[in-house]
């Protein structure tokens, strides 16, 4: 891990959260407040993916707006911003096309409290137990954060994939993703879409080539698919409101069109792994963190386990 020192706090070093963003579950009977109804992880493990799950008050998302806000004016102006170096990755335009412009970065839990808190959230992450495995709920561990910002009339596209096709380097596949709308989406301002039932197209559970890496051609990965696979292409918009979610397979094949209106499309994402996801790889997993030996599992401080259903019981 690089050793530059961190120009402000690494909330990384925090491995619970910290009251910023919401009041931590204190009462073990509360965590079932949280439960995922049965029908909704039916839905997910016969789609795909389930949609419009409210997490986030308005003033939730307010308070979160501001601090992305203040960020992506920091992008712009350079790399230099305070926490700049604790982000895994980050691009002020993921296209290079300014007529369809892309933020994106992974790893701003670390510099702010707010988004820091946000990947403990009870919301999230108490129904992600039920969704990583279908016979048995898991624990829950922090894979990596996202933020993705569409400006208005001119932000771009985030083309069809499937996220595992990107996480290989761990192992088994049991990841799942959050997606959580700051602002409505529309079919005008760049909605997520979702392809269903395509997390079950290849039986074998590998993940689709990777068609796209430049973020501008949607339509790419038809060069991958069978024949088949075209004729099942069917995309829904999933529409979300402002402080919803979406949970999505980790084999869902999923994007979004351009921004087009007058208004931004910000969101956050939080991607979680199932407790036992072991390294496949002797790199860093992610970007200015420590390598995890290939074979063993991601723990500590870049991982933190977020919700163990054992405590629903504990005194």
């Known amino acids: 891990m690089e050793e530059k020192t961190a120009s402000v706090k690494d909330w990384s070093t925090v491995s619970v959260p910290s009251g910023g963003l919401f009041k931590p579950v204190e009462d073990a009977r509360s965590w079932s407040n949280f439960d995922l109804p049965a029908e909704r992880v039916k839905e997910f493990w ?3 993916y389930i949609t419009n799950v409210p997490v986030l008050t308005p003033d939730q998302c307010d308070n979160i707006l501001t601090v992305y806000q203040e960020l992506v004016k920091a992008m ?5 911003f305070p926490g700049y170096e604790l982000l895994y990755e980050h691009h002020s335009n993921q296209s290079g096309d300014p007529d369809n412009v892309l933020m994106h970065c992974l790893g701003h839990w670390r510099f702010n409290q707010l988004f820091h808190d946000l990947v403990f959230l009870p919301e999230i992450a108490v129904p992600s137990s039920k ?21 208005p009339r001119h932000g771009g596209v985030v083309a069809w994939h499937q996220d595992y096709s990107y996480w290989t380097r ?13 602002d409505e989406q529309t079919l005008d301002n ?4 979702y392809v269903p039932g395509s997390h079950k197209w290849r039986k074998n559970g590998e993940p689709l080539p990777i068609t796209d890496l430049n973020f501008k051609d949607m339509e790419s990965i038809q060069t991958v698919l069978t024949e088949e696979e075209k004729a099942l292409f069917k995309p829904v918009p999933s529409l979300l409101k402002k402080g919803e979610a979406s949970f999505h397979h980790p084999l ?6 351009g921004n087009r209106s007058e208004c931004p499309r910000r969101a956050c994402v939080v991607n979680y792994i199932a407790d036992g996801v072991v390294s496949d790889s002797e790199d860093p997993l992610l970007q200015k963190t420590n390598p995890v030996p290939k074979g063993e599992k991601l723990n500590g ?12 019981q504990a005194n």
């Open 46 to 48: 016969e789609n795909g």
């Open 252 to 257: 869902m094949v999923h994007g979004s069109y």
């Open 76 to 80: 712009e102006k350079s790399n230099e």
């Open 190 to 193: 760049g909605a997520l879409h």
């Open 170 to 182: 761990t192992k088994p596949m049991m990841h799942l993703t959050v997606h959580i709308a700051l």
């Open 131 to 151: 969704l990583l495995h279908p016979a048995e709920d898991k624990s829950v561990r922090l894979w990596h954060d996202q933020l993705f910002a569409k400006p």
């Open 301 to 312: 401080q870049f991982y933190p386990l977020i919700y163990d259903p054992s405590w629903k």
